[in-house]
């Protein structure tokens, strides 16, 4: 007996749709790394559940490049100045702060009306991904820093310690000179 056929429709129990969520996720995904494996080809894919957690999968090196391919081909079929070039402009995550510039001027021109929700969350989104990238290698700065303090403070201590055995040297030599003076003294 085979499965029956589902009508493609919004769940409309909200437990039902919560467990169906996940396992609809994973089959996307799935299918998406067999489609790249079997055709080899670049696939992206980006989810966002209702709770706006994010999931993706990418089979090329980076989603940044990928989306750069789609953005450019998105460019070339359409002519003009619309919200593609925006997309366009932002798509390789320049820093944080040209992205606030860049979405500050998108918002001040005569042709804010034409934005969507939408596009307002994916500005959203990539304001969000810039600040990760941003933490992320500030965080691998100060480790980096951190670990490089730790190998100049144990090289300090090992210099330290090989002064430390040398003055030692040097007091016992003199003690032993002052020993021997002494004697020669006490002699004479």
């Known amino acids: 007996m085979g499965r029956k056929k589902q ?49 993706q999968y990418c089979s090329a090196d980076s989603m940044a490049q990928v989306l750069q391919q789609y953005q ?26 040209e992205l606030l510039q860049t979405v500050g001027s998108e918002l001040k021109e005569p042709r804010v009306d034409q934005l969507s929700v939408a596009d307002l969350g994916l500005m959203q989104k990539q304001l969000e991904t810039a600040l990760m990238e941003i933490r992320s290698t500030k965080t691998k700065l100060m480790t980096d820093a951190q670990s490089s303090l730790q190998e100049k403070e144990k090289m300090l201590e090992e210099e330290k310690k090989h002064f430390n055995e040398i003055v030692e040297g040097n007091n016992c030599a003199k003690k032993k000179k002052v020993v021997v003076d002494l004697n020669f003294s006490a002699d004479g």
């Open 7 to 55: 009508d493609i429709k919004r769940i409309e129990e909200n437990s039902a749709r919560m467990v169906c969520f996940p396992k609809r996720r994973n089959g996307l995904i799935k299918k998406a790394k067999e489609f790249s494996v079997l055709c080899d080809v670049d696939v992206a894919a980006i989810i966002f559940s209702k709770r706006g957690k994010f999931y």
């Open 72 to 97: 450019s081909q998105v460019k070339s079929e359409k002519d003009g100045c619309n919200i593609e070039d925006l997309y366009s402009k932002n798509g390789d995550y320049l820093t944080y702060g």
